[in-house]
């Protein structure tokens, strides 16, 4: 449980470092996001495990952050409110919400939430809602979609497997034999020049539509999918 990560999305600064130093002396790290202007930016770079998400904002409502967060990731998402009536509960987990908790709460209770969220994650990516990422590119084998934002990118089967190879490995430098051996077997028979091409296929599907780098070469070496 150590070291998961929790951004908190709260605009009162007591309720924000209460929240922090309950969830820190519980073990987690946390980052606070006091009008929840960077959470999607946060949450492209993949940086967090779950979010706690309070609904009433200065600027953008929490309902609406949820929503937009919910094009992107299927991060848990834990609203925190003051409406405690049902049509604000059934709002929040119709806009994409795990779970709902009304203030004031017992720290008690918010972190059993927690951890109940983020055991289901667990499970969830067990069974079949697993995705990989590399910063803001999602990848979900069993759509076989790859999606950057709001856009579907098209892939080919085999570059589709490169992609995801790459991003299970994600910061490994992968040698050409290597990548060859995992991706097309021990019996393609050929040279490595093939994931060089695929390679360039992936970059101008990927990095050059979405305008960012995504695969790096090594020289001499291989390739590397940097987060
Ligand atoms: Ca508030």
Same mark, same amino acid.
């Given at each position: ?33 006091? !009008?929840?202007?960077? @959470? ?61 908790? !009304? ?15 983020? &055991? ?25 979609? @790859?999606? @950057?934002? !709001?856009?579907?990118?098209?892939? !080919? ?37 093939? @994931? ?22 090594? &020289? ?8």
């Amino acid at each position: 449980m150590a070291n998961e990560r929790i951004l908190i999305v709260e605009d009162e600064k007591k309720i924000a470092r209460f929240l922090q130093l309950e969830l820190e002396h519980a073990g987690y790290s946390c980052v606070i996001d006091f !009008t929840g202007a960077s @959470v999607i930016d946060h949450i492209g770079q993949g940086h967090f495990d779950l979010i706690l998400l309070d609904v009433m904002l200065p600027g953008e409502d929490g309902l609406s952050i949820c929503k937009r967060v919910r094009e992107i990731s299927n991060i848990p998402i834990l609203m925190l409110s003051a409406k405690d009536d049902v049509d604000s509960k059934v709002a929040g987990l119709d806009h994409g919400a795990d779970d709902y908790l !009304t203030k004031p709460f017992s720290s008690k209770e918010l972190l059993a939430r927690i951890r109940a969220l983020l &055991r289901k994650r667990v499970g969830g990516d067990k069974l079949n809602e697993s995705s990989y990422h590399v910063k803001d590119l999602y990848i979900f084998p069993d759509r076989h979609e @790859v999606q @950057v934002g !709001t856009t579907i990118i098209n892939l !080919t089967k085999k570059e589709f497997e490169l992609l995801t190879y790459l991003a299970q490995n994600k910061n490994t430098v992968l040698k050409r034999e290597q990548i060859l051996e995992d991706v097309w077997g021990y019996d393609y028979v050929g040279d490595t020049n093939i @994931v060089d091409v695929y390679i360039r296929y992936l970059r101008s599907k990927v990095d050059e539509v979405v305008g960012k780098k995504y695969i790096h070469t090594v &020289r001499g070496i291989g390739y590397v999918a940097r987060d």
